[in-house]
Nanobody, 122 residues
Framework: VQLQASGGGMVQPGGSLRLSCAAS????????MGWYRQAPGNQRELVAT???????SYADSVKGRFSISRDSAKKTVYLQMDSLKPEDTAVYYC?????????????????WGRGTQVTVSS
């Protein structure tokens, strides 16, 4: 199972970016998916999550500015980031709780994608 994130970059304050993260491999089911971020010198923190029923939750710092969504058929999670602030600068990581097939059995593990850099600066 692999998670491939894309969409990071540099943007001015007030700008927007859209992150995508696609899962691939012998996947039976994906329950929760989410985005986390880590700024230099800080611990990794939760940004937003979405479960299989499309119920979402957000960190207080991004509520009203970020929106998480998913396309279950494409095994992809998105993060639309609007009204970006310099304090949003961080490496963003996607995470998925994956049930996968190995042989005749099912296993469940969390998987992380490689980070994608988001820089908000004028």
């Amino acid at each position: 199972v692999q998670l491939q994130a894309s969409g990071g970059g540099m943007v001015q304050p007030g700008g927007s970016l859209r992150l995508s993260c696609a899962a691939s491999g012998s996947i039976f089911n994906i329950s929760a998916m989410g985005w986390y971020r880590q700024a230099p010198g800080n611990q990794r923190e939760l940004v937003a999550t979405i479960n299989s029923a499309a119920t979402t939750s957000y960190a207080d710092s991004v509520k009203g500015r970020f929106s998480i969504s998913r396309d279950s058929a494409k095994k992809t999670v998105y993060l639309q980031m609007d009204s970006l602030k310099p304090e949003d600068t961080a490496v963003y990581y996607c995470k998925a709780d994956v049930t996968y097939i190995r042989g005749m059995s099912l296993y469940k593990n969390p998987y992380w994608g490689r980070g994608t850099q988001v820089t908000v600066s004028s």
